[in-house]
């Protein structure tokens, strides 16, 4: 018997073909739950295909950029799964950035198409932006209204399949230079993370996910919600964390698996119903953005809920390490092990030699789901993707006996506050414009709240004083809010050394 010619395209690896190709399989199965109304995968498929088609009717081609600003809804999904089968880029916006911050990213990744809920609506038509089209999640002046057009829309009939190499989404994730940078994640970025989690974390089609961090975060979106719905199983989504809400959603939905950040399960433990709703159903949590503490680890482990954690970077898709429930109280602190089904991890010197055990060294990643680089940026590429592959994180870690990963220190100093990363170098360079600020450096200090502050160590102007509430306020429409200085302390000039560089980790250990 004649062999079949392969084909094309590695079939159901692109991020357009998933719903489509889990809808041939299971079209009754409920796949989002959004407020009181559920979608089931085929009611999704048809609005998926509705809206590629709206979208092609507008004008977008493959290649091009369609963005999405707003809270989490149904509409992120549709609309990311719309562009990929058209072979478009979707970029997700981040929707606590002021107009500045999203003017700067609009026209950086050449977005014509916007869809956009009413809030953001109102930012970006303050803004100084040119979008050739206006889409919105509700009725909005002004703006095409989704509902509409995807009901009069006809099914797409002939979707793209973009290669593995074809990026799927642009994700901006703040610079050291203060200018955001759009990491470039393939169709196959996307597909080998969760064939990487997959193997790793025990997701299945009879899970329901509550998806409450945000979506276009990296995390957010592809640490639990994409996964569970390329296996089949059922996202209740939320538009925003709420730990009171959340409790209850547990509940009511029989919630199996969640995504979070270290503050979002504080704040859920810290709530009545976190002892009083049955959380029973509860399989277990992943969290990431930093370790989960032991206290949390305990508070949680009393009601019998566990938890799963990991370790990854927008540029990584993200998934760079993993806990898993087992190893997660043996081994507190620890971001994960250095072994994964399909990438590696080795932490390297200065002169990117790897490291003994027990030594620090930055951690660097290696892997299918590694990002393709950096949107129009290929210096920002070239400085942290090495000629052997390695994606330099900028991130300290150490390595103990049995392979698990401690990160200890970050390269960039950023700050990671609430589970968002924030950069020093934007918002020094915001508040050196104060009058009254002679000398600013920003750095995170510890936080039971947050994780960590964001702290502006200030050296004043003669004859100047200054209030944090002063600084905040200051920089309230140049910077988003999770930026903004939550602890303010006085020097009489920064430490520095030889070169000139401010040594911020004498003022941790002086501030700490």
């Known amino acids: 018997m004649p062999h079949s010619p392969a084909p094309t395209h590695p079939v159901g690896m692109d991020l357009g073909s998933w719903i489509s190709r889990r809808t041939a399989i299971n079209p009754d199965r409920p796949a989002i739950t959004f407020g009181d109304?559920?979608?089931?995968?085929?009611?999704?498929?048809?609005?998926?295909?509705?809206?590629?088609?709206?979208?092609?009717?507008?004008?977008?081609?493959?290649?091009?950029?369609?963005?999405?600003?707003?809270?989490?809804?149904?509409?992120?999904?549709?609309?990311?799964?719309?562009?990929?089968?058209?072979?478009?880029?979707?970029?997700?916006?981040?929707?606590?950035l002021t107009g500045a911050e999203l003017a700067y990213i609009l026209g950086d990744a050449g977005i014509g198409t916007l869809i956009a809920d009413e809030a953001m609506a109102g930012v970006i038509d303050s803004a100084d932006v040119h979008l050739t089209r206006r889409i919105g999640v509700t009725p909005i002046e002004g703006w095409e209204p989704i509902e509409e057009l995807i009901a009069a829309a006809e099914p797409l009939s002939e979707p793209a399949v973009p290669e593995p190499s074809d990026v799927a989404l642009i994700m901006y994730t703040s610079g050291t230079t203060g200018r955001p940078k759009g990491a470039m994640l393939t169709h196959g970025n996307m597909f080998w993370n969760n064939v990487n989690a997959l193997l790793s974390l025990d997701t299945s089609e009879s899970d329901t996910s509550l998806v409450c961090a945000p979506l276009f975060h990296i995390g957010g979106l592809n640490v639990t919600t994409l996964i569970t719905l390329q296996k089949g199983g059922h996202i209740v989504l939320m538009p925003a964390f709420d730990p009171t809400a959340a409790c209850a959603l547990i509940e009511k939905h029989r919630i199996t698996t969640m995504f979070g950040v270290p503050a979002m399960f504080l704040f859920m433990s810290q709530v009545p119903q976190f002892t009083t709703a049955d959380l029973s159903s509860?399989?277990?949590?992943?969290?990431?953005?930093?370790?989960?503490?032991?206290?949390?680890?305990?508070?949680?482990?009393?009601?019998?809920?566990?938890?799963?954690?990991?370790?990854?970077?927008?540029?990584?898709?993200?998934?760079?390490?993993?806990?898993?429930?087992?190893?997660?109280?043996?081994?507190?602190?620890?971001?994960?092990?250095?072994?994964?089904?399909?990438?590696?991890?080795?932490?390297?010197?200065?002169?990117?030699?790897?490291?003994?055990?027990?030594?620090?060294?930055?951690?660097?990643?290696?892997?299918?789901?590694?990002?393709?680089?950096?949107?129009?940026?290929?210096?920002?590429?070239?400085?942290?993707?090495?000629?052997?592959?390695?994606?330099?994180?900028?991130?300290?870690?150490?390595?103990?006996?049995?392979?698990?990963?401690?990160?200890?220190?970050?390269?960039?100093?950023?700050?990671?506050?609430?589970?968002?990363?924030?950069?020093?170098?934007?918002?020094?360079s915001v508040l050196y414009s104060h009058p009254a600020i002679a000398e600013v450096a920003i750095l995170g200090l510890p936080d039971e709240k947050w994780g960590e502050a964001v702290t502006a160590v200030v050296a004043l102007a003669d004859g100047q004083s200054v209030t944090l509430e002063e600084l905040r306020d200051y920089a309230k429409d140049k910077l988003a809010g999770y930026k903004l200085p939550l602890r303010l302390e006085f020097v009489d000039a920064l430490p520095r050394n030889p070169a000139g560089k401010v040594l911020k980790f004498k003022l941790r250990d002086d501030l700490g």
Not at 386 to 413: L, M, S
Request: glycine share 12%.
């Open 282 to 428: 509860i399989r277990f949590l992943v969290c990431g953005g930093a370790p989960v503490p032991e206290p949390l680890m305990k508070t949680y482990a009393a009601r019998g809920l566990p938890f799963a954690q990991g370790y990854g970077l927008t540029e990584t898709a993200p998934l760079a390490l993993v806990i898993g429930i087992e190893e997660s109280a043996a081994k507190i602190g620890s971001a994960g092990s250095k072994v994964l089904p399909l990438s590696e991890v080795r932490l390297v010197d200065a002169a990117n030699n790897e490291v003994a055990v027990g030594e620090s060294g930055e951690v660097c990643v290696r892997g299918p789901q590694v990002m393709a680089g950096y949107w129009h940026n290929p210096e920002a590429t070239a400085a942290v993707i090495d000629d052997e592959g390695w994606f330099h994180t900028g991130d300290v870690g150490r390595e103990d006996a049995d392979g698990y990963v401690y990160i200890v220190d970050r390269v960039k100093d950023m700050v990671i506050s609430g589970g968002e990363n924030v950069y020093p170098a934007e918002v020094e």
């Open 37 to 96: 109304t559920t979608w089931t995968y085929g009611q999704l498929d048809d609005r998926i295909n509705r809206l590629a088609s709206v979208l092609a009717a507008g004008g977008v081609r493959a290649g091009d950029r369609v963005g999405y600003a707003g809270m989490n809804h149904p509409s992120f999904l549709e609309a990311l799964f719309a562009a990929a089968r058209l072979g478009a880029i979707f970029v997700p916006l981040n929707f606590r």
